[in-house]
């Protein structure tokens, strides 16, 4: 077990006109036996990232420590750190179980007896639900397998660091959440410090003892899934968690009150949220929104349905909001269908504390979080 500490990590690719920044004065702390994902698109520098840690990347700036020991000058080797990698290598002419025993048979590692070595594939297979192909050779394994496979070996080698590159990417989705499940399990039981990296938001928030997001090289935000879920930073966080993404739309303050879809979306102007321009963005996740029309402390929108599709349990409507020829387009996921069929005039509504407000962006495109709606809702 393990802090990892990284600070000001930069690394630029190539030179001149071919130079491409994959990290920009990244900094994290990463707790002992902490879960620690970072989530961003691809090409943000998530792997370069984790390539620093484990000495594979040389960053022309920035420092990382494991353990409290500067890692500057120390070989990869030395590291005490295990990486999977997102396209995972396994010995062809092995079988299952000579792949995941090879780590515990060479090098620093080969200190352990075969009853050892059984014990700990057995723990890390049974987690991974391979148990049953140790005499398969790769080749008569599906992807997901092997994949599950390489995983494996970095997981049956004690480390500080278990540095965990997008590693059920090539897992289908029912497999995905299942494994998810068992590596969070994993993770609480070998409190062991982990730093994930994944595209996916649902890894991140089912994972994560925190999360930190990357875009283009840079850390957005850190914190728990419920700070980033409930209060991103920015809308590139709020559009990166969500699936259909939280609904946009511009609103202008007049006389008091934040106006927009034509003036069909209407809300009070908290007395808090400082708007110089005049003008800002509402954030609405389509999951917060419910039909039928709120009481008191809500926010009230109505509008016509022109589209409604089941999802399994869940409801998807899109709603037109404001006037006829140029509406704003609302996602609603919704419980029940609560009878509305497409064509239907329905009204909405949802708490202020859930309508997030954003200031426009200067210097990105992403406008920066101002609060929820309400003056109460600001938790901190
Ligand atoms: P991610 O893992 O988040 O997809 P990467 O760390 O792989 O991102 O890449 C970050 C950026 O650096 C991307 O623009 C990528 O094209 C670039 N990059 C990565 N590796 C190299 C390399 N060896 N040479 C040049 N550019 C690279
Ligand atoms: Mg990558």
């Known amino acids: 077990m393990a802090t990892v500490r990284?600070?000001?990590?930069?690394?630029?690719?190539g030179t001149g006109k071919n130079a491409v920044e994959a990290l920009r004065d990244v900094d994290l702390d990463i707790g002992d036996g902490e879960f620690f994902v970072v989530l961003g698109p691809s090409g943000a520098g998530k792997t370069t990232l984790l390539k620093s840690v484990a000495g594979l990347v040389d960053a022309e700036a920035g420092d990382v420590e494991i353990a409290g020991v500067p890692m500057e000058g120390v070989e990869p080797y030395h590291r005490n750190v295990a990486m999977a990698f997102e396209s995972y290598a396994l010995y062809p002419q092995k079988t299952v179980f000579d792949n995941l025993a090879s780590p515990l048979r060479s090098g620093r590692t080969g200190k352990y007896s075969a009853e050892q070595q059984r014990q700990r594939i057995e723990a890390v297979t049974t987690t991974l639900g391979i148990a049953h192909l140790l005499k398969r050779?790769?080749?008569?394994?599906?992807?997901?397998?092997?994949?599950?496979?390489a995983l494996g070996r970095v997981l049956v080698r004690p480390a500080d660091v278990y540095l965990l590159d997008e590693p059920l990417s090539h897992l289908d989705a029912k497999l995905r959440a299942q494994m998810r499940a068992e590596l969070k399990q994993l993770g609480e039981m070998s409190n062991t410090t982990s730093l994930y990296v994944t595209h996916d938001y649902q890894e991140a928030l089912a994972l994560g003892n925190r999360i930190a997001v990357l875009r283009s090289g840079r850390v957005v935000q850190v914190g728990t899934p419920e700070d980033i879920w409930r209060r991103p930073v920015d809308t590139f966080v709020a559009k990166a968690l969500g699936q259909p993404e939280i609904n946009l739309f511009d609103v202008t303050a007049e006389g008091g009150a934040l106006r927009g879809a034509g003036g069909d979306l209407s809300l009070p102007l908290p007395r808090h949220l400082d708007l110089p321009a005049g003008r800002a963005r509402v954030g609405i996740r389509p999951r917060d929104l419910q039909l039928g029309a709120g009481g008191p402390g809500t926010l009230s929108l109505r509008g016509r349905v022109s589209l409604a599709e089941r999802l399994g349990r869940l409801m998807e409507f899109s709603v037109d909001v404001g006037p006829a020829g140029d509406p704003e387009h609302v996602i609603v996921v919704a419980d029940s269908d609560a009878g509305a069929r497409e064509g239907d005039v329905v009204d909405l509504h949802l708490a202020l504390e859930n309508v997030h407000v954003f200031a426009p962006g200067a210097p990105s495109e992403d406008s920066v979080r101002l609060g929820p709606a309400t003056h109460e809702g600001v938790a901190r």
């Open 6 to 13: 990284i600070a000001n990590l930069c690394k630029t690719y």
């Open 137 to 149: 050779f790769p080749r008569e394994l599906s992807n997901g397998q092997r994949q599950r496979v």
